[in-house]
């Protein structure tokens, strides 16, 4: 075990969900034992961190560099009425001891630097020094934290993920209270509500909805289980239960962040009955065939119904066609493309996506069009400024 993370649970400053635990594993048929020698230095930030807090728990490994940035929890982004941009950490991350370095940074076993001249010259003082610690020394073996090499939690969702039958599922699904309580294997709401993703993503909606209940049964007061089950009940069809479930999440969602207000809003438009383009066209995906029909569903139903009537996320429209471009399925793409391009015509970002898929199908003038308009939109656009230099029209 060497990191504990806790995603922030209430508006309270102590608040937080059930932790996380992350751990090194050995894995594989041949491991290398022998002496490693890891640098760091102040740049080292977010997952390098993370290397670095479980490579120093290993007894072969010794730090050598600076103290890294001490920036490790991840961030979200949102602007202020002035325009400026702030960015702000929703979890805690410490190590198995339960310490923070968050705004510390993960101190070397051995510290040494590179000055100005060094850098001036091009010279690697800490990369020279590694080296000649690696020849030369006699890097015996230490032992880290010991404390840690008997604290290998795992997670009750990485076992129902790897699970492979309803049967099994149900076995863990039966001893979840004994795991909470009297065990190493832990769960937390958010991994559980994950893996019920995954299992409903590989056409598995049963053991989903299986985790999923036990998701909300273990942890009442969190949103992303009932939400989670409720979007799974909804691609099925069970509209009532879903209905159900989207309205428990709304009860107990904090909305304190963004994804959490997006929740609440998706909750709100399923209760409204409010036709959510994007779902229907998602749930057809796999069936070219299927849809097509769909999608010419979808625009003469837009060009009749009232805007208040259906809702439109056009990011998650932009993922759709991205998702058929990787499927090898250009002319689909090109249509949903066109689609949300009409749908938001204000977007500079769907006439950059529109014009990708455009450059893929050899279409060179529209594409130029739709990277022209985009940048019309956002002047700050490089990567339409970039495509349009590339292929001579800028």
Not at 244 to 257: E, G, K, Q, T
């Amino acid at each position: 075990l060497y990191l504990i993370t806790h995603r922030k649970g209430g508006a309270a400053r102590d608040v937080f969900d059930p932790p996380r635990y992350w751990s090194v594993r050995p894995d594989g048929q041949y491991r290398f034992t022998g002496p490693v020698i890891l640098l760091t230095h102040r740049f080292s930030i977010s997952a390098a961190e993370n290397l670095a807090l479980a490579m120093r728990t290993l007894p072969n490994v010794t730090v050598v560099g600076e103290t890294t940035c001490g920036v490790m929890a991840d961030v979200y982004g949102f602007q202020l009425p002035n325009g400026w941009f702030v960015h702000c950490a929703y979890k805690l991350f410490t190590d198995h001891k339960g310490f923070c370095w968050e705004g510390i940074g993960i101190p070397p076993d051995l510290r040494i630097t590179n000055s100005a001249e060094d850098i001036k010259n091009g010279r690697d003082r800490v990369l020279e020094f590694a080296l000649d610690l690696a020849h030369n020394a006699n890097l015996s073996p230490r032992e880290r934290a010991p404390e840690s090499a008997t604290e290998t939690h795992r997670s009750l969702a990485d076992d129902l993920r790897a699970a492979t039958s309803t049967a099994q599922i149900e076995r863990l699904i039966s001893r979840a209270d004994q795991f909470q309580h009297d065990s190493l294997i832990y769960l937390n709401p958010y991994e559980l509500a994950v893996a019920g993703e995954d299992l409903a993503h590989l056409g598995r909606v049963d053991d989903a909805i299986i985790v999923l209940t036990q998701d909300t049964a273990s942890f009442p007061s969190h949103w992303r289980g009932h939400f989670t089950l409720g979007n799974v009940l909804l691609d099925r069809g069970d509209t009532a239960n879903a209905k159900r479930a989207f309205s428990r999440s709304m009860d107990v969602n904090p909305l304190l962040f963004p994804w959490q207000r997006d929740a609440y809003k998706t909750a709100e438009r399923v209760l409204d009955d409010i036709v959510m383009i994007e779902r229907i066209l998602e749930r057809f995906v796999d069936d070219s065939e299927e849809f097509e029909r769909m999608l010419d569903w979808a625009q003469a139903y837009v060009d009749t119904a009232n805007d208040d009537q259906y809702h439109v996320d056009t990011e998650r429209m932009n993922d759709l066609g991205y998702s058929l471009l990787r499927r090898d399925r250009l002319s689909d793409a090109l249509r949903l493309f066109e689609f949300n391009t009409t749908l938001f015509p204000d977007s500079w970002n769907t006439f950059d996506s529109y014009g990708e898929a455009l450059l893929q199908a050899a279409d060179t003038t529209q594409a130029v069009t739709m990277y022209e308009r985009s940048l019309e939109l956002n002047p700050y656009n490089g990567n339409a400024r970039a495509v349009l230099e590339k292929i001579g029209k800028r």
